[in-house]
């Protein structure tokens, strides 16, 4: 219960900041510009909240549904407006004008996310040394001569200085198909060169697994002992009795030293009972258990059928030696925030490309409740992942309302560069029916994050 509340209220401070950012981008500019405003709403639906300032007596609202927000102008389109008034209408300013004050939300959400991470990258973020623990058999990497103990330095000239860093332009390369240039330092500390070929992969393999999964590099981690770290209260085990903290010791008799060789034991056996010896507070005990059939990958064509009984890893603490902290000096990090927030909009624009292409599945989109686990995750680990997390979903909001989708921000730009082009604005029915068209893909979408949610939470 307490997880869920978390996670409840971990989401509702991301969507506030986040609408927040963008409504004032909007509202910001428009006041700049001489536009009156309104209303500033944070959420949707009945006020829970309303105060009116400043020399315009706008009205500021927290509303009741907090998925999202608005700013209300002054418009001849919504309503009668004052002789006095007229010139500060926002359908009476020029074409750059509309045009810079709808820009304006979706700039501050990646001026958000460039802050964000400039910051972050200032205060320093923390870690997992760039060094290789394993090399799958077949795959990319092995095919590039990478091996156990490689440390990596640098990819196509870009410094490497933790694991995570560099992803994104991975990621890009992934999808272009390219080949890129590793630097690493081996374990006999000989500066080599690996030159890894991406051509085998699709555009569907670029993902948050791409470098262990797809690419076949793992990093250098202790290796966990066959300790339960946490339990689904559905699963096999805990139905059992067992409970976080037993040390499995053998599965059918045949000793278990590591938590991989638990997992290959278990995933192997589904649907068949087991005899699993644990220990507890010095005292063994026996239970008998019947890995539950679960298929692995989701909806892929590679999935299958692996067994499981419902327990998680208890993750060793990570060594002094293999943790590092990137920090940078102000001006490279905010260098670094402008370089990851572009590459970050750009790889979420191909990928929406490749989705209308049918080379990504529809899957991928998420949706609300997705977004609020992921907030609850994040927060869960600390202030400077939950602030990551903003930057990332900013990006994505600012992308998302530059599409040239009536209704959204991108819609409108449409429009206005339609009026300029035959010097006369789109007739009400053309407007009508364009803003119909656009309300029905944003509900085909929201449908299908929703869907996507749900099948995620299905077991």
Do not use: C
């Not at 402008?338 to 991928?364: F, G, Q």
């Not at 009508?432 to 893909?441: R, S, T």
């Amino acid at each position: 219960m307490i997880s869920f509340v978390y996670t409840v209220l971990s989401f509702v401070v991301a969507i506030s900041v986040l609408v927040v950012v963008h409504e004032f981008g909007h509202y910001w500019v428009a006041r700049r510009l001489g536009v009156k405003v309104l209303r500033f709403s944070v959420g949707f639906g009945k006020p829970l909240w309303a105060r009116r300032f400043g020399r315009d007596q706008t009205e500021w609202v927290i509303a009741a549904i907090p998925l999202g927000g608005y700013v209300k102008m002054l418009d001849e389109h919504e309503g009668k407006v004052a002789k006095r008034d007229l010139a500060r209408a926002f359908n009476r300013q020029p074409i750059p004008k509309r045009a810079a004050i709808v820009l304006a939300g979706p700039l501050f959400n990646f001026l958000f996310a460039i802050l964000a991470y400039g910051f972050l990258y200032m205060a320093g973020v923390d870690g997992l040394r760039p060094v290789v623990g394993q090399v799958a058999e077949n795959s990319p990497a092995q095919l590039a001569g990478f091996r156990a103990g490689d440390e990596l330095l640098s990819v196509d000239d870009y410094r490497i200085q933790s694991w995570e860093q560099r992803r994104l332009y991975l990621y890009e390369k992934a999808l272009d198909r390219a080949t890129v240039r590793f630097t690493v330092r081996d374990k006999d500390r000989l500066t080599q060169e690996r030159v890894l070929d991406l051509s085998s992969l699709s555009a569907a393999d670029v993902g948050a697994g791409l470098l262990e999964r797809k690419i076949g590099l793992s990093p250098l981690l202790p290796e966990p002992e066959p300790v339960i770290g946490s339990l689904d209260e559905r699963g096999a085990a805990a139905q059992a009795g067992m409970k976080v903290g037993d040390r499995i010791v053998t599965v059918d008799g045949r000793p278990v030293a590591t938590w991989t060789a638990l997992v290959t034991a278990i995933s192997t056996r589904a649907g068949q009972a087991l005899l699993l010896q644990v220990e507890r507070d010095g005292v063994t005990h026996e239970f008998r258990v019947t890995p539950q059939a679960v298929v692995s990958g989701g909806r892929e064509k590679s999935a299958k059928t692996v067994g499981r009984i419902g327990v998680g890893v208890q993750r060793p603490a990570l060594p002094a030696d293999m943790r590092v902290v990137v920090r940078q000096a102000p001006f490279a990090a905010f260098a670094e925030g402008i370089d990851t927030t572009w590459r970050m909009s750009a790889l979420t624009l191909k990928m929406l490309a490749k989705m209308v292409m049918l080379e990504i599945s529809t899957e991928t989109i998420s949706g609300p409740l997705t977004i609020a686990q992921y907030a609850g995750a994040s927060a869960q680990i600390g202030l400077d992942r939950f602030i990551q997390f903003l930057a990332v979903v900013s990006i994505s909001l600012g992308v998302l309302n530059l599409l040239p989708v009536p209704v959204l921000d991108g819609g409108h730009l449409l429009f206005y560069v339609i009026e300029a082009i035959q010097g006369r604005p789109l007739s009400g029915v053309v407007l009508y029916w364009g803003q119909q068209i656009g309300i029905v893909l944003l509900v085909a979408l929201m449908a299908l994050a929703f869907y996507n949610d749900f099948m995620r939470l299905l077991p």
